[in-house]
């Protein structure tokens, strides 16, 4: 009986020490995992304090969060990040900086991303898809511009070589073709700038630009948080621009460039090379509509055609009159162009498509264009699109990664000279970071896990 006893002691005495080794482990396991949880806690508290301190002239002036990494020192320091965790209280554990992510890098990814969710946020999608079912055109007009522009060459190289064939030329005077070549060899802007119009003399030194200067850069991949990019957020990012930048027919234009949507299209160091770039462009886009509604209306074709056989009566060459009609309506539609181009700079409209109402030149007024007897201010055409509806489409046309750069350019010149940021570098703008921290607690056991955060 007494050995009986004895085992059922020992039985239970295992029991009982099996018991408070479970009871230990839990309550180490649930102390260890509490412990793990409140580095956690003021790993993710750190975090939020730090990205707390965004740049708010950046915010004020453009909608754009980012944490000002060099903390205006003008130096981006990793360590500086590290000091601000320890501040707010996780400054206990080992860090290290997985992967980050600047305004500026992988094509300005991240500053795209916050404009175009913050222009949806705030005007909803109907603001771009008022113009989505748009977008076809726009870009089909931008490959038959290409396309009409080697024809046109290809034209007058046809033209050229039939006068030379047949030893003749055409007439100096009264010539539409040879005004329009040389009005194509005279600096556009005097062709379509309205006299009271003052053309700007601001320019901007691009070598203290982020486009042009060598970037600070991040690492890793944030595609997780990133949205692939359509025709919708193409279109918001461009009404980004138009919202906060001036273009040339805007009034009382401020900062370091006055013509600033020219500057994103086209990047020049003026406001003179950027007008003029993006008036050649407008010149193409408007001689598309405008050389094929004159191929469609009839009257207008035989105008053109009596114009030429005039011009070759003393060669009585078939081929050579019919090349010179067709460079004939080459030339008329591209003073069409400068007409519609004028129009639009005055603050008038222009129709994307043209008809017999809204055509602007005359073929007998082509020989007086770019002239002093030159005293047309272009019409306004109700229902048609106003200067900066086109600089809408050019914006679409372009690559966002380029453009997004540009507009960096200048949000960075306007923080630095209109608001004293001096320091201010878009490339050390943070916008997304994931930190990896390691804690050591008793008896060595470490533990490690990631924080990432990110302005969306």
Known sequence: METKRGEVTAYLSLVFILLVTFAGSMLEGASMQLAKNYRRADMNRAVECLFAEYQKELLEEFDIFALEGSYETGSYSEDRLFDRLAYYGAGNMEQDVRRIQFLTDQGCRSFYDQVTAYMEHRYGLHAAKEYLGKTDLWRRQEEEAAHYERMETEKQQELSSLLEENEGELPEKDNPIAHVEQLKNTPVLTLVMPKEMPLSSKSLDLSDTVSHREKNQGHGDFSDMSETGNAVSSLLFGEYAMEHF?????????GVLDYQIEYILEGRASDKE?????????LMLR????????RTDSAMRAEAKAAALALCSLLAVPAVTEAAEQVLLLSWAYGEAVMDVRSLLRGNRVPLAKSRESWQLQLSALLKLGTEEDDSDGADIEG?????????????????????????????????????????????CISRIEISSKCTFRRGITYQFSTCFGYN
């Open 246 to 254: 001036s273009a040339a027919s805007d009034k009382g234009q401020t």
């Open 274 to 282: 950027n007008l003029e770039t993006v008036v050649n462009k407008l």
């Open 287 to 294: 001689f598309v509509p405008d050389y094929a509604y004159l």
């Open 384 to 428: 048609g699109l106003a200067y900066k509806e086109y600089l809408r489409m050019l914006l679409f046309l372009e690559r966002q990664d380029i453009s997004g750069m540009r507009m960096l350019d200048l949000i960075e010149q306007r923080l630095r000279k209109e608001k004293g940021q001096v320091y201010f570098c878009a490339d050390q």
